[in-house]
């Protein structure tokens, strides 16, 4: 009987704290534009979740079956993350690329993000 009772206490636990992890993954997919640094911090989450599982296994207040179950979702959803986190990588990329920029002095290239010409030193906007 007590053991039962421990049983479900733990149950109950766990679900408590993975619960609103599991629920806040559903909402957020929903979201159709996640800032990037949003996306690495639910990224850091997970891998924390993951850890407080793996304890939870060792210490005996998971199943194996429990274990598995939710250590399984929670991949999947790091592996989304990581999928979306790439996907806004390359978004990203194609947006920084454009049409080649040029240093209106000596028209050598120039990267977006240079402020000076490396070729002549002219200032670039
Ligand atoms: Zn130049």
């Known amino acids: 009987m007590m053991t039962m009772v ?3 206490l733990t ?5 408590w704290v993975i619960y609103p992890l599991l629920r806040s993954s559903g909402a957020e997919s929903a979201e159709a534009d996640v800032p990037l640094h949003e996306l ?3 990224l850091i989450r997970l891998g924390r979740s993951l850890e407080e599982l793996r304890f939870d296994l060792e210490t005996d207040r998971l199943s194996a079956e429990e274990y598995a179950r939710l250590a399984a979702e929670l991949e999947r959803r790091r592996e989304g993350l990581l999928s979306r986190l790439v996907e806004k990588g390359k978004a990203d990329a194609a947006h920084d690329k454009g049409p080649a920029r040029r240093c209106p002095s000596c028209g050598k290239k120039v990267s977006r993000s240079d402020r000076f010409c490396s070729a002549c030193g002219t200032a670039l906007r």
């Open 6 to 8: 421990m049983l479900l």
């Open 11 to 15: 149950a109950g636990v766990c679900g």
């Open 40 to 42: 690495s911090h639910e």
